[in-house]
């Protein structure tokens, strides 16, 4: 039904008690549906809480209406509410409560299907000229000189021109000198012979609309084949002749669909081709010229830090010669890049990183840094390094090699309070000599750890292991619990390598000579350094040693028991402060029980002690530091190696070591062999 009656049960006479009525009706597409009141008697309440009409449009509600209103009123201020959205649904919900106080007449409307005005009722039609409505819908049309885009609501006008051929010609915006159309999309194109170029001329009455602050809103460009120029707007015509070393241009107008700009005009013509002054980005050509004609040359120099990658070779290059060719391009023409240094190989230990991301930019004049993960490294070298005009990374201090993490040495963090005997002496606690390794088998003694990889002894400690492997244990106090404590750290050697000048083969209890007693290990992987395992500093390879200077001996090797006063292993590491003997003292030594011949001293060898204190037997191949553990904030270094001396029980306390400095050259030069 297009039309018809919607009222309450029981009108005119008057609605019962518990009365309720649903109506509901839909509309044609392009139609909508009203409902006009004619007369509205129901009982008053607050919210129409008790009584009440409810009106929907498409499920939302529109309207709710009680009490009694005049025809007047319905007219001017509800009905025009009761109306449906195009093509949309209109319905009605009434009901009454349980009493009333009288007799109501009710509602009375009616309704009608009818066609929807949307050049009227609807001010986005879209129509951008002339919107004619009809029963159901509404066409768009266009005045005189313009055409309905697909879209059928736009108007513009057909100003796309193919110009191919001609070598001079005039263009305009559609209508000039008349303002030009709304919703222009204009195309000129422009083609002649590969030789020439064309050449446009503004007239200087140029007028595209712009917005205030200099944006374009309508719009003219300039496509080429080596890309597109503008937009161009305002006042101010593109500088003429406009030279667009292109045989094929195509020029682009657009317009929104507002302003009374006048647009523009040109001329355009054509002329030989020449070569622009650029050839390459990121470049310089010599000689400089605005232009240049078939025939002439020019060096091309790529830009520092760019380079170029000619044909046919690997090698990077940044110059080369260009011609110029009649077509108005350079042959050859190969682009500058950036010079890319690459990524740098990283070490995967995850000691070294780099600070940020992994995967940094490697080009010309990026930056990366470095740090150390770890607060028992130090970086060795520059943090910040940059990408160079050569391809290398180079830091602020003009190093090219990558920094390194390198192992804080010689700095516990536990120090001791005081010491006594290794014969019956002080007990370390957990920390306090952290370089100091333990080990029990072929032989038992010690060795210190000085980074970590690496670990160096006496070599009459390792001598008959040589061949084979060995454990080592750190970050211990005790010797007995090697295989129970869950802090002990066991190592395991790679490889021995005994000083090349040491005399091998010579049981202990014969020898008479123990020069280059010193011998390093490497171990079978990196050991994870903490509080209670740490390396210790080798010396400087200049610094000598002082009469009674003060310094530090460790081990595990004999000590006095307090119970029976005879010699006993030590279970636990034990360290004394002792003081380096003068010269003459040293040499003066010991004959041996076996052959009873004299032991030799050499200058790579120094000799220390005190009264009632001494290391002994299997304190082999363990440290002597400088200065004295006291436990301030000094830097320890590894000056001696517990080598040999007389037998503990004469108690002559006057141990040999082996002078470290003699071989700290050795000892660098055969880690860095040994790790390429």
């Given amino acids: 039904m297009l039309l018809g009656w919607v009222e309450s049960p029981g009108y005119p006479t008057g609605y019962l008690p518990h009365a309720s009525l649903n109506w509901s009706r839909c509309a044609h597409k392009g139609h909508t549906i009203s409902i006009k009141l004619i007369h509205l008697d129901m009982e008053d309440s607050q919210d129409c809480e008790n009584d009440a009409i409810k009106v929907f449009s498409n499920g939302n509600l529109i309207s709710v209406l009680c009490g009694k209103r005049e025809f007047e009123e319905l007219q001017s201020t509800v009905n025009p509410l009761l109306v449906s959205s195009p093509g949309g649904c209109l319905s009605l919900t009434f009901h009454s409560d349980y009493s009333n106080t009288k007799r109501h007449t009710g509602f009375r409307g009616f309704y009608t299907d009818q066609d929807f005005d949307e050049c009227k009722d609807d001010p986005d039609h879209g129509c951008t000229q002339f919107c004619h409505n009809y029963i159901g819908g509404y066409h768009c049309s266009c005045r005189h000189g313009y055409y309905l885009d697909v879209d059928k609501h736009t108007c513009t006008v057909s100003c796309t021109q193919d110009l191919s051929g001609l070598h001079h010609g005039d263009i305009s915006s559609p209508s000039w000198p008349a303002p030009y159309a709304e919703n222009t999309n204009c195309q000129y194109t422009l083609s002649v012979e590969a030789t020439l170029q064309l050449e446009l001329h503004f007239y200087e009455d140029f007028d595209v609309e712009e917005s205030p602050d200099g944006q374009c809103i309508d719009a003219l460009r300039i496509e080429t084949s080596s890309g597109i120029l503008g937009p161009f707007c305002g006042h101010t015509p593109p500088p003429s002749p406009f030279l667009t070393h292109s045989h094929r241009v195509q020029i682009r107008f657009t317009s929104d669909g507002f302003g009374t700009n006048k647009g523009f005009s040109l001329r355009f013509s054509t002329r030989d081709k020449v070569c622009p002054a650029v050839v390459a980005s990121h470049s310089t050509v010599t000689p400089q010229q605005p232009e240049s004609q078939k025939g002439e040359t020019v060096t091309v120099t790529c830009d520092l830090g760019y380079f170029l990658h000619t044909p046919g070779t690997q090698a990077l290059t940044s110059q080369y010669v260009a011609m110029c060719q009649n077509t108005g391009v350079w042959i050859p023409n190969y682009a500058c890049e950036p010079v890319d240094c690459g990524f740098l190989d990283i070490p995967k230990d995850g000691i070294l990183q780099l600070v940020g991301s992994d995967n940094p930019h490697t080009q010309y004049k990026d930056q990366i840094q470095f740090n150390c993960t770890s607060k028992y490294y130090t970086l060795e070298g520059d943090d910040l390094y940059t990408c160079s005009a050569n391809g290398e990374w180079v830091s602020a201090g003009g190093q090219t090699e990558m920094p390194k993490c390198i192992e804080v040495c010689g700095k516990p963090e536990n120090q001791p309070a005081g010491a006594g005997r290794i014969l019956g002496g002080q007990n370390a606690n957990m920390g306090e000599i952290p370089w100091h390794l333990l080990i029990k088998a072929p032989n038992r003694g010690g060795a210190s750890l000085i980074n970590d990889r690496w670990a160096v002894t006496a070599a009459h400690v390792v001598e008959t292991a040589e061949e084979t492997s060995l454990s080592l244990y750190g970050g211990l106090i005790d010797g007995r619990t090697t295989s129970t404590m869950t802090n002990v750290v066991v190592m395991d050697s790679e490889r021995i390598i005994i000083h090349p000048d ?35 500093c080798l010396p400087n390879v200049n610094r000598g040693l002082l009469d009674t200077e003060q310094g530090t001996v460790s081990g595990w090797g004999k000590t006095e028991s307090r119970t029976e006063g005879r010699l006993v292993t030590s279970a636990l590491l034990k360290y004394a402060h002792i003081g380096v ?46 200065p004295m553990l006291t436990g301030g904030s000094e830097t320890y270094h590894l000056t001696g190696i517990v080598s040999w001396g007389p037998p503990c029980e004469d108690r002559q306390y006057k141990g040999y070591y082996t002078k470290v400095a003699s071989y700290v050259d050795w000892i660098k030069e055969t880690i860095e062999a040994t790790e390429k």
Wanted: glycine share 8%.
């Fill in 581 to 626: 003997y003068p010269l003459r003292v040293c040499k003066n030594t010991p004959y041996t029980h076996t052959t009873k011949k004299r032991m030799t001293f050499t200058n790579n060898m120094f000799c220390a002690g005190a009264p009632g204190k001494d290391s002994c037997q299997q304190d082999s191949g363990g440290p002597f530091v400088l």
């Fill in 502 to 536: 040491y005399i091998k083969g010579i049981p202990l209890a014969q020898r008479t000579n123990f020069d280059n007693d010193i011998a390093l290990i490497r171990l079978s992987s990196r050991v994870n350094l903490g509080p209670n395992i740490l390396p210790i």
